[in-house]
Each structure stands twice: as structure tokens, then as C-alpha cells.
């Protein structure tokens, strides 16, 4: 194929068209819009959550799960990030020896629940803002109702968590260390009926 010649005079033209693109362009990956209920999970040899000296929560080996609540979050987030923290398969089998092979229910091993709106944190020059997160009022209850969400689905003895709205210290012992990050967006949700892998 024969390239054809560009004029001075076009190139310019070119130049100056594109100028104009890139800002948009770049504007749009500088303020990602993310919607999703967000869980930063950590297998822990152990964890613990301290509040005004005194520590309310606490479990052994299993999951720490900070949970952050975007402010359009809906039951099916809820369902969702339940679902795959249940089900992540972070530990290993020991009878086969076989790494990343069974879920913190097939272990009988603790989850710790806390609650962190610091994580839909954006900075704005060096200021974080935290509009996008659900406010207090609107959380405190929907959190609440995913404590429950993983209690039903695992045992309620297993599964603790920290004081919502407190100023919370929380202590643990990341084993690998092994952390992940999950969010429950529109393209990771399983819609179409179709079974997850396990």
C-alpha cells in the first residue's frame, strides 16, 4: 500500500485537532468512575480490632476484610462480595498439600469484618475526598446487613467484626502475605445465570 503525501499545511491541521482530544482523553483516566462495594481481603495468621483500649474482635487464622461502600451499592454488591470472599480459595489443602486449593469455610478458619469508607478515598491535589463513599447514615445499616449476609451464608460464630463509625485500631498478622483486592462491579457480576467457577 502506497502512503500518500501530508502537506505542511495539513500536518498542522492534524497537530492541532489532536491537541484537543487529549485533554478529554486524559481527564476521563484521571477521574475513573468506579461503582462497586469494594474488599481489600488479607489472610491473616491472626487479627484483631482495638477500640478505646480495649479489643472487641478478634479471630485466628482465616480473613480480614476491610469493606468500603460506594454510595450506589445495592443488595446484589452485597450478595456478590459475600459470595467471592466466602469462596476465595487462598489457603492450602493440607491433606493434598495442594496451594490455593480450599476456602476459609472448608478450613473452619475466622472472618473479621471492618468497615473502611477510606477506601473510596480520592485525592484532590493532596486533600483525599470521600464524596463517592455511602454516607453514615445510609452505610450503618447496610453494612449491618452484610455482617448478616456472611453469617447466614458461613456460621455466626465465625464471622466477627469491628464498631462501625469507631476509631478503630486494627491489628494482624498477614500470612505470605497474601492480599487481594475484589469490586464488585457490573462486568465482574455474574448476570446471565451461568455458574462461577469454583
Known amino acids: 500500500m502506497r502512503s500518500l503525501p501530508i502537506s505542511p499545511y495539513s500536518a498542522s491541521i492534524l497537530c492541532t485537532k489532536s491537541k484537543h482530544k487529549f485533554p478529554s482523553t486524559l481527564k476521563k483516566h484521571r477521574n475513573p468512575q468506579i461503582r462497586a462495594m469494594r474488599a ?7 487479627a484483631s ?9 478478634e479471630i485466628g487464622p482465616g480473613l480480614l476484610v476491610l469493606v468500603g461502600l460506594h454510595d450506589s451499592d445495592t443488595e446484589s454488591d452485597a450478595d456478590y462480595i459475600c459470595r467471592k470472599v466466602l469462596n476465595m480459595r487462598l489457603f492450602t489443602n493440607e491433606s493434598t ?18 468497615s473502611q469508607f477510606t477506601l473510596y478515598g480520592f485525592l484532590k491535589g493532596n486533600k483525599p475526598d470521600f464524596h463517592v463513599a455511602m ?16 453469617r447466614k451464608a458461613y ?20 500470612d505470605g502475605p497474601v492480599t487481594m483486592q475484589l469490586d464488585s462491579s457490573q462486568l465482574s457480576k455474574n448476570t446471565t445465570g451461568v455458574a462461577e467457577e469454583s
Open 135 to 150: 454516607p453514615p447514615q445510609k452505610a450503618k445499616p447496610f453494612y449491618e446487613s452484610l455482617i448478616e449476609k456472611f
Open 97 to 114: 498439600g495442594k496451594g490455593w486449593d480450599q476456602n476459609v469455610m472448608q478450613r473452619d478458619y475466622g472472618v473479621l469484618l471492618v
Open 49 to 57: 480490632v482495638e477500640v478505646d483500649g480495649r479489643i472487641v474482635s
Open 155 to 174: 456460621k455466626p460464630d465465625a464471622v466477627k467484626d469491628g464498631i462501625f463509625g469507631a476509631m478503630m485500631k486494627v491489628s494482624l498478622v498477614n
Open 40 to 46: 481489600v481481603v488479607q489472610r491473616v495468621a491472626s
